[in-house]
């Protein structure tokens, strides 16, 4: 057991986040290694990423290290000084002094057993029956029935104890993502009623469409969603970083929400609560306190935290994408009001490519946009980190049964030249958004093709119209991904003009394939009256290669390609 001296000279158990192993990541030579949140960043130049071997936790623990820089740099960082940070790195000797007089400074809120200000926890926490429940509450992989295993197949009985590095992980993962639903009620938070905390919502992470931009080590991840105030420019006038800090920068909390950062129900869509990227990055979504013997954790008291809803927060949160959002506005009696853009887990994230290549001048130019894309890419173009390849990669939670529990994640990534999303020619994103809308018009195309076939043989034809969407789009995601990762600013227009010919010969064969699969009823045709009063139409399996292949030629023409 690892103890410390407590400043009445007493030892206490300690478990310090900066000195002890507790975050798995997998390094650029190939070896996986555990590390103490000082060896990341020490190390961050031969770590390729965090590799905790679920997405969420890897996600959750991003954002705490990109808080880590926050709180080092600082959150007005200048285009000058933010290149020379991406360049030189944690092994500059001038760099790595600050991380360590950081570290230094705030050293004991890292610590997940301190007595007076555990990490990410409240001292002290309690129920009116001092009792804390089992280390499933903050699990989010086990099952609340059979079909919502997400990661793992574990039962709750081996949840009976923890190390403490795999509760570090799981503490952080529940600050970001935890579900909504009734919590412990704290002694001491007025919100409580007859001894419960009632539902405040999901945590402020589940609220987003997470997109990262993963350079080709850990280093440039990290930097490359390090984004200064300057990302605004006079977009968001009403925007103050001012008062922006990490959770350990600021005083220690306690059971009462926290004034000036749990927002009333009545101030939803004012977004001051958010104070800026540093807070929202470290936000307490839940009071917590674990029940541990100084190594091992037994039990958690999971309890509510400061409120916060994602209604216009588009000036502090850097990491999604946003929409407006009519309904916000009319619920919330608002002119404006922008919602984060979710990832849909049954669709693959190159299918929203779209909307992360608008340009920053389309921004300027409309005041009121209907998209916005995540500020880290604005950003990133403003810094002109363009012409290397990156991985973008989209974290997200779907939650079920009012926001009670988790019903899906999303874990999906592409492999791209970064010019993609930065450059500021036009063209670059013009040929991303014809390749994609030339592929779902053609999969519409076939879908037409597969229920035509289905009408032949006289079936519904709503069925083998999803099948055919199906079977396209996955045959279509590998293909895409493949032919995405070697667009440039110089070969855009040529790569077009190729995607243009492979998704044609992709419908062909796949046309064929559905083709070939028709029954005899289907081929032999029959008539088909749409409705009582319309002429009768004849279909048949000829007919509809003959349609198939007449509405090919007129999307993709054989002379474009």
Same mark, same amino acid.
């Given at each position: 057991?690892?103890?410390?001296?407590?400043?009445?000279?007493?030892?206490?158990?300690?478990?310090?986040?900066?000195?002890?192993? /507790?975050?798995? @990541?997998?390094?650029?030579?190939?070896?996986?290694? *555990?590390?103490?949140?000082?060896?990341?960043?020490?190390?961050?130049?031969?770590?390729?990423?965090?590799?905790?071997?679920?997405?969420?936790?890897?996600?959750?623990?991003?954002?705490?290290?990109?808080?880590?820089?926050?709180? @080092?740099?600082?959150?007005?960082?200048?285009?000058?000084?933010?290149?020379?940070?991406?360049?030189?790195?944690?092994?500059?000797?001038?760099?790595?002094?600050?991380?360590?007089?950081?570290?230094?400074?705030?050293?004991?809120?890292?610590?997940?057993?301190? *007595?007076?200000?555990?990490?990410?926890?409240?001292?002290?926490?309690?129920?009116?029956?001092?009792? $804390?429940?089992?280390?499933?509450?903050?699990?989010?992989?086990?099952?609340?029935? *059979?079909?919502?295993?997400?990661?793992?197949?574990?039962? @709750?009985?081996?949840?009976?104890?923890?190390?403490?590095?795999?509760?570090?992980?799981?503490?952080?993962?529940?600050?970001?993502?935890?579900?909504?639903?009734?919590?412990?009620?704290?002694?001491?938070?007025?919100? @409580?009623?007859?001894?419960?905390?009632?539902?405040?919502?999901?945590?402020?992470?589940?609220?987003?469409?997470?997109?990262?931009?993963?350079?080709?080590?850990? /280093?440039?991840?990290?930097?490359?969603?390090?984004?200064?105030?300057?990302?605004?420019?006079?977009?968001?006038?009403?925007?103050?970083?001012?008062?922006?800090?990490?959770?350990?920068?600021?005083?220690?909390? +306690?059971?009462?929400?926290?004034?000036?950062?749990?927002?009333?129900?009545?101030?939803?869509?004012?977004?001051?609560?958010?104070?800026?990227?540093?807070?929202?990055?470290? /936000?307490?979504?839940?009071?917590?306190? $674990?029940?541990?013997?100084?190594?091992?954790?037994?039990?958690?008291?999971?309890? +509510?935290?400061?409120?916060?809803?994602?209604?216009?927060?588009?000036?502090?949160?850097?990491?999604?994408?946003?929409?407006?959002?009519?309904?916000?506005?009319?619920?919330?009696?608002?002119?404006?009001?922008?919602?984060?853009?979710?990832?849909?887990?049954?669709?693959?994230?190159?299918? +929203?490519?779209?909307?992360?290549?608008?340009?920053?001048?389309?921004?300027?130019?409309?005041?009121?946009?209907?998209?916005?894309?995540?500020?880290?890419?604005? /950003? =990133?173009?403003?810094?002109?980190?363009?012409?290397?390849?990156?991985?973008?990669?989209?974290?997200?939670?779907?939650?079920?049964?009012?926001?009670?529990?988790?019903?899906?994640?999303?874990?999906?990534?592409?492999?791209?030249?970064?010019?993609?999303?930065?450059?500021?020619?036009?063209?670059?994103?013009?040929?991303?958004?014809?390749?994609?809308?030339?592929?779902?018009?053609?999969?519409?195309? =076939?879908?037409?093709?597969?229920? +035509?076939?289905?009408?032949?043989?006289?079936?519904?034809?709503?069925?083998?119209?999803?099948?055919?969407?199906?079977?396209?789009?996955?045959?279509?995601?590998?293909?895409?991904?493949?032919?995405?990762?070697?667009?440039?600013?110089?070969?855009?227009?040529?790569?077009?003009?190729?995607?243009?010919?492979?998704?044609?010969?992709?419908?062909?064969?796949?046309?064929?394939?559905?083709?070939?699969?028709?029954?005899?009823?289907?081929?032999?045709?029959?008539?088909?009256?749409?409705?009582?009063?319309?002429?009768?139409?004849?279909?048949?399996?000829?007919?509809?290669?003959?349609?198939?292949?007449?509405? =090919?030629?007129?999307?993709?023409?054989?002379?474009?390609?």
């Amino acid at each position: 057991m690892s103890k410390i001296e407590s400043s009445d000279g007493r030892e206490q158990a300690s478990f310090n986040l900066l000195d002890r192993p /507790w975050i798995p @990541v997998s390094m650029k030579n190939g070896s996986d290694g *555990e590390v103490s949140l000082r060896e990341l960043f020490y190390q961050a130049q031969g770590i390729a990423r965090i590799s905790t071997g679920n997405p969420i936790q890897d996600a959750a623990i991003l954002r705490v290290a990109v808080g880590v820089l926050y709180g @080092v740099f600082g959150n007005d960082c200048p285009q000058h000084q933010w290149n020379q940070i991406l360049k030189l790195g944690p092994s500059d000797t001038a760099i790595w002094n600050l991380f360590e007089q950081y570290f230094d400074r705030y050293r004991e809120r890292f610590d997940l057993f301190d *007595e007076r200000a555990p990490f990410y926890q409240v001292a002290g926490l309690h129920t009116t029956k001092n009792e $804390f429940a089992g280390l499933e509450k903050i699990v989010s992989d086990i099952p609340s029935n *059979e079909g919502s295993r997400l990661f793992s197949i574990r039962g @709750v009985q081996s949840l009976k104890h923890m190390s403490a590095a795999e509760a570090a992980r799981w503490l952080v993962s529940t600050q970001a993502f935890d579900p909504s639903g009734i919590k412990s009620g704290a002694v001491g938070d007025p919100r @409580v009623k007859g001894g419960k905390g009632y539902p405040l919502g999901i945590a402020w992470s589940g609220h987003l469409g997470i997109v990262i931009a993963e350079g080709d080590n850990l /280093w440039k991840t990290l930097m490359f969603q390090y984004v200064g105030r300057d990302v605004l420019g006079t977009s968001e006038p009403d925007v103050d970083w001012s008062d922006d800090s990490p959770i350990w920068e600021r005083p220690i909390t +306690n059971e009462r929400p926290e004034e000036g950062y749990n927002q009333p129900e009545d101030a939803t869509g004012i977004a001051s609560y958010c104070h800026g990227p540093a807070t929202l990055l470290t /936000w307490q979504s839940r009071r917590v306190l $674990f029940q541990h013997d100084g190594e091992v954790v037994t039990g958690v008291l999971l309890c +509510n935290g400061d409120r916060l809803k994602p209604q216009n927060a588009q000036g502090y949160e850097m990491m999604t994408a946003w929409r407006r959002s009519p309904n916000q506005e009319k619920t919330l009696k608002m002119p404006l009001v922008y919602m984060p853009r979710k990832h849909d887990p049954s669709r693959a994230l190159w299918r +929203n490519l779209p909307m992360l290549t608008v340009p920053q001048e389309e921004h300027e130019t409309n005041t009121t946009p209907e998209n916005m894309r995540p500020r880290i890419l604005d /950003w =990133l173009e403003q810094m002109h980190v363009q012409d290397q390849q990156i991985r973008l990669h989209a974290y997200g939670v779907v939650y079920g049964n009012n926001d009670a529990v988790i019903d899906a994640t999303v874990d999906d990534s592409l492999d791209l030249n970064l010019c993609i999303l930065t450059a500021e020619d036009p063209r670059v994103g013009q040929s991303i958004t014809d390749a994609i809308n030339i592929t779902d018009e053609g999969i519409t195309i =076939l879908a037409n093709f597969a229920g +035509n076939v289905a009408k032949s043989a006289g079936l519904d034809p709503t069925a083998p119209r999803r099948k055919a969407r199906e079977l396209a789009y996955s045959t279509f995601d590998r293909e895409f991904r493949e032919w995405l990762r070697d667009v440039t600013i110089d070969n855009c227009e040529a790569k077009l003009r190729e995607w243009r010919r492979r998704t044609r010969e992709t419908l062909l064969a796949l046309e064929f394939e559905l083709a070939q699969q028709a029954s005899t009823r289907a081929i032999v045709g029959r008539d088909v009256k749409e409705n009582p009063e319309a002429e009768a139409k004849r279909y048949s399996v000829a007919l509809a290669e003959i349609w198939f292949k007449a509405s =090919l030629n007129k999307r993709i023409p054989k002379e474009e390609m």
